[in-house]
């Protein structure tokens, strides 16, 4: 009963190597979050989809990009990775319809940088 | 913008022993605080929430409370047991706009000691 469903789980690419990571979700949820998570810290939001309407945060590199071609789904794309870039990367769901506001997060993908 | 502190960083009790960990958060316009549990190479799973007009939630050993005058909330953990061992992060819902992310505070790796 999966409910955040990534892949892969581990992924390992070259330098300067475009990579995709992907997420999957069965909540039917319309917001669809991207965080990036290194060692010893908190998740930092790198972008999210409120339905169809893409928000970057502001301090998110260019190298990252973002997907959503239907509820379901959502891409990230690095597209030149960098050592900087070896990190976990979270996928998150919620609905925010009225006061529901839960986040909920898929396993992660442990991505390497070579 | 929102910021949330978290206390402490680390924190060791005995298998049976009360664990707490402390957040406070900046933005009196936040609303909606959820704990999230982080095992080793797996991603958050929220564990329980609060929301601003309510001022404790409990859940079996997992309990939280909310000051919003002091714009601090806790999470309590009673009867600790080993499987209690991750690190917890605390998280305030900030609104902007139409819509809401999460801050995260930095995370409290909770070590139970059989």
């Known amino acids: 009963d999966a409910m955040v469903i990534q892949n892969p789980r581990y992924q390992v690419t070259q330098f300067g190597k475009p990579v995709t990571l992907s997420c999957s979700q069965t909540l039917n949820h319309n917001v669809m979050y991207w965080y990036q998570q290194k060692s010893s810290q908190a998740p930092k939001l790198l972008f999210h989809?409120?339905?169809?309407?893409?928000?970057n945060e502001a301090d998110t590199p260019d190298n990252f990009q973002s997907r959503r071609p239907n509820t379901s789904f959502c891409f990230l794309d690095i597209r030149s990775p960098g050592l900087g870039d070896a990190a976990m990367y979270l996928c998150?769901?919620?609905?925010?319809?009225?006061?529901?506001?839960?986040?909920?997060f898929g396993p992660g993908t442990r991505l390497t940088v070579t | 913008g929102e910021n949330v502190e978290q206390h402490p960083s680390t924190l060791s009790v005995q298998e049976g022993d009360s664990a707490v960990i402390k957040c406070t958060y900046s933005d009196s316009a936040s609303n909606y605080f959820p704990w999230y549990k982080q095992e080793l190479g797996k991603g958050p799973q929220l564990i329980i929430d609060i929301r601003s007009n309510v001022g404790e939630k409990k859940d079996q050993r997992i309990a939280v409370t909310l000051n919003k005058t002091a714009k601090h909330f806790s999470l309590h953990i009673t009867e600790t047991q080993p499987e209690d061992s991750a690190v917890y992060f605390c998280?305030?819902?900030?609104?902007?706009?139409?819509?809401?992310?999460?801050?995260f505070g930095k995370g409290t790796k909770l070590s139970v000691k059989p």
């Open positions: 998150a769901t919620s609905r925010t319809s009225g006061r529901f506001y839960e986040q909920y």
């Open positions: 989809y409120y339905d169809k309407d893409f928000n």
């Open positions: 998280a305030a819902y900030l609104l902007r706009g139409s819509q809401g992310n999460l801050i």
